[in-house]
């Protein structure tokens, strides 16, 4: 029973010598064209509609840009207007807390001098007329 047994080599099938079906390449190539082509149309067409409203986006908001620009040009108007009238209004009120300048203070609100001041007063002085002087 531990007998030996011829080897017998597996059986190859016999070759069917029968040609292979022809795939239709052309008809492949010119699908996958087609396919290229559509995908490619609409990436343009997207890209087209995309720019489109970034244009009409841009349309819209350019004339708001400028009007934000001629108000923001007025806002700059005031301010300056507005940092001088701050630095005058400052000057005043340093020299009103100014003790060395009290009195020349009160003086210019009340118009009162100090008894030891002579005011001053210049008054037009009148040119004698000619008829006058010439009378006897």
């Keep these: 029973m531990n007998a030996f047994q011829p080897s017998q080599f597996p059986q190859q099938p016999t070759p069917q010598h029968r040609p292979p079906a022809p795939r239709p390449k052309r008809h492949?190539?010119?699908?996958?064209y087609r396919l290229m082509a559509v995908e490619v149309t609409a990436k343009i067409g997207v890209n087209v509609a995309i720019s489109a409203a970034a244009a009409a986006a841009l349309v819209q908001l350019i004339p708001h840009h400028l009007s934000q620009?001629?108000?923001?040009?007025?806002?700059?108007?005031?301010?300056?207007?507005?940092?001088?009238?701050?630095s005058?209004?400052?000057?005043?009120?340093?020299r009103n807390l100014d003790p060395l300048q009290a009195n020349s203070i009160r003086q210019e609100q009340a118009f009162k001098f100090e008894p030891n001041q002579i005011p001053i007063v210049v008054t037009k002085q009148e040119q004698p007329d000619n008829e006058t002087s010439e009378l006897p």
């Design 88 to 94: 005058d209004l400052q000057e005043k009120l340093s």
């Design 28 to 32: 492949l190539r010119q699908r996958s």
């Design 69 to 86: 620009q001629a108000k923001l040009r007025e806002v700059h108007v005031e301010v300056k207007q507005m940092e001088k009238r701050v």
